[in-house]
């Protein structure tokens, strides 16, 4: 952002205008997502979030940013089966998409009480057990480092006019939890198709819907509505508690066992029916988010399919074999089915239908800092 638009935008809130009246760029068919009574949407909080997350000074060692692990071009996923962190620490879980993660009622893949996206924001920049931005116990000299930069001074002073102190760590992850809110991604040719234009799509991208949507292959139980997702929030929706599922990807010792450390739900309630239970994913650019899964352990969306038609994966060795449809604790919507070649390559189709090119290059949503930025 140019000086003149920091200053433009300090002057309008100076003048009284209201920080609550933002703009939703919401494409094709999304509805207006849930905002925290407590951190109003702006557009310069948009703009510090950016910023903010796109800058490895938060991290510890200053090498790694928030869009280190969330790409723009992989729809703010980073293209690894798990993510490494700042001191080259690994997380146990895949990168999961940024995209519309405003309407999500769940935030990571299998933690039921984080449920604010500042409150988020705190995991990855603090959090011990993985470490990955690294900043535990140093707190302070984050805050120091923000404030020895004179964009930074414009633009929480412009965020946060109202605050004693605009630079402080409750500021930071409001600020961050308001960028991620704006990463909306409604303009896919799926949804061109589905607003009207009929060549938006291909036949087979057609023919593939009608099977996702179908008793056959029964996708559309977990990945319904306008976010292919069954957990979601919006103005004007009670919001639905947060579901978690077992789609048969492990059966380690027959008994329906996840491999250690990675056991979904059941970490947090300890309840045996939980075990291997993980957040539904929004299906949307599912195409450029490879790998796929909770770890990462399949590498693309004609092995997912290989996954789902057997009923649940089989491993035949190593320390996680097992026969995953038959792990007792599975879906009952993970029942397997048989899919013809072309019926293949058209729910291949449909899911490639969903990419949305804007989303992925839209420089709204792009690094601010210039390549030689101090």
């Excluded at 799926?190 to 292959?217: M, P, Q, T, W």
């Excluded at 059966?251 to 739900?265: E, F, Q, S, V």
């Excluded at 969903?354 to 690094?367: G, N, R």
């Amino acid at each position: 952002m140019r000086r003149a638009s920091l200053l433009a935008v300090a002057l309008a809130l100076a003048c009284g205008a209201p920080q609550d009246e933002f703009a939703w760029p919401l494409g094709e068919g999304l509805p207006v997502p849930l905002v925290p009574d407590d951190n109003p949407m702006s557009d310069a909080k948009v703009e510090l979030g950016r910023h903010l997350f796109y800058d490895k000074r938060l991290s510890g060692n200053q090498t790694q940013a928030c869009a280190s692990c969330h790409l723009q071009e992989f729809a703010f996923t980073d293209g690894l089966a798990v993510s490494e962190g700042s001191t080259g620490e690994h997380t146990p879980r895949n990168a999961m998409s940024l995209a519309n993660v405003a309407y999500a009622t769940a935030l990571t893949w299998a933690n039921p009480v984080l449920l604010d996206l500042g409150h988020q924001a705190a995991v990855p920049l603090f959090g011990a057990e993985p470490v990955e931005l690294g900043l535990r116990g140093r707190e302070d000299e984050l805050l120091a480092r923000l404030r020895e930069v004179p964009r930074y001074q414009e633009l929480f002073a412009a965020a946060f006019p109202d605050e004693p102190e605009p630079i402080s760590l409750y500021s930071l992850t409001r600020a961050l939890a308001c960028f991620e809110r704006r990463l909306l991604s409604g303009n896919s040719p799926y949804d061109r198709y589905l607003a009207g234009d009929a060549a938006a799509i291909s036949d087979s991208a057609r023919r593939g819907a009608a099977l996702f949507n179908g008793e056959k292959l029964e996708c559309f139980h977990c990945h319904a509505g306008f976010n292919f997702q069954d957990s979601v929030a919006y103005e004007g929706k009670p919001p639905r508690n947060s579901l978690f599922h077992n789609t048969g990807l492990y059966n380690i010792d027959g008994k329906g066992a996840y491999p250690p450390g990675n056991t979904g739900l059941h970490e947090f309630t300890g309840v045996a029916a939980d075990m291997g239970r993980f957040r539904v994913p929004t299906l949307r650019n599912i195409a450029v988010t490879a790998p796929y899964m909770h770890d990462g352990s399949i590498a693309t969306l004609d092995e997912v399919l290989d996954h789902y038609a057997a009923g649940g994966r089989t491993i035949a060795e190593g320390p996680y074999a097992g026969v995953g449809r038959e792990n007792p604790y599975k879906s009952s919507f993970i029942r397997g089915f048989e899919l013809g070649e072309q019926e293949r390559a058209d729910v291949l189709a449909f899911l490639e239908s969903l990419t949305d090119e804007h989303f992925l290059t839209d420089p709204e949503l792009a690094d601010p800092w210039p390549a030689d930025a101090p």
